[in-house]
Antibody
Framework: EVLLVESGGGLVQPGGSLRVSCAAS????????MSWVRQAPRRGLEWVAN????????DYVDSVKGRFTISRDNAKNSLYLQMNSLSAEDTAVYYC?????????WGQGTLVTVSS | EIVLTQSPGTLSLSPGERATLSCRAS???????LAWYQQKPGQAPRLLIY???RRATGIPDRFSGSGSGTDFSLTISSLEPEDFAVYYC?????????FGGGTKVEIK
């Protein structure tokens, strides 16, 4: 069974940093493109970043470029998103998902709230 | 950047009825790189359709996708109680991988 479990969300002050993680199991993680997608409260979906199998191809939505960093550890079957210089506009549920350009399986998400 | 506009915003239908959801792109979607997702309250999205008309694994055949160029649609041939949800289209051709604003299918 495919399982994606996000963690690391929480309350952070504007300008602060947070790293969210995604633990993957039940599929060949090291052979899979992976992505982060977010959803602001009561809002639609927004793709954030994606990364290919060995990390040689990475892409971000413009609004997070220079602030967010996607990474992975294939030995640990884990995906990460380091978020810096956070603002209220980054408040959202962050989902880890399998795939690069469309997403076949999703985790349950972790909520990141940016507020003073 | 491709902007996707979904209509209607809300669709009120009864179980057993046919639902047709529209997704219009601001420019041609290359190679029909268009996906559809279903999202229920408190849950993650679920992939239904990709490449405009290919059903994802395990998706019932009452869900079908069609269209090309700038106009795409998702059809649910006969609504089941579990189909009442929000549906999003998304183009998967190139960055940024934008979503539409969603269509809510609610029970009439």
């Amino acid at each position: 069974e495919v399982l994606l479990v996000e963690s690391g969300g929480g309350l952070v002050q504007p300008g602060g940093s947070l790293r969210v993680s995604c633990a993957a199991s039940g599929f060949p993680f090291s052979s899979s493109y992976m992505s982060w997608v977010r959803q602001a409260p009561r809002r639609g979906l927004e793709w954030v970043a994606n990364m290919n199998q060995d990390g040689s191809f990475i892409d971000y939505v413009d609004s997070v470029k220079g602030r967010f960093t996607i990474s992975r550890d294939n030995a640990k079957n884990s995906l990460y998103l380091q978020m810096n210089s956070l603002s209220a506009e980054d408040t959202a549920v962050y989902y880890c998902a399998i795939g690069g350009n469309y997403w076949s399986s999703w985790g349950q998400g972790t909520l990141v709230t940016v507020s003073s | 950047e491709i902007v996707l506009t979904q209509s209607p915003g809300t669709l009120s239908l009864s179980p057993g009825e046919r639902a047709t959801l529209s997704c219009r792109a601001s420019q041609t979607v290359p190679s029909n790189y268009l996906a559809w997702y279903q999202q229920k309250p408190g849950q993650a999205p679920r992939l239904l359709i990709y490449f405009a008309s290919r059903r994802a694994t395990g998706i019932p055949d009452r869900f079908s996708g069609s269209g090309s160029g700038t106009d795409f649609s998702l059809t649910i041939s006969s609504l089941e109680p579990e189909d009442f949800a929000v549906y999003y289209c998304q183009h998967h051709g190139y960055s940024p991988l934008n979503f539409g604003g969603g269509t809510k299918v609610e029970i009439k």
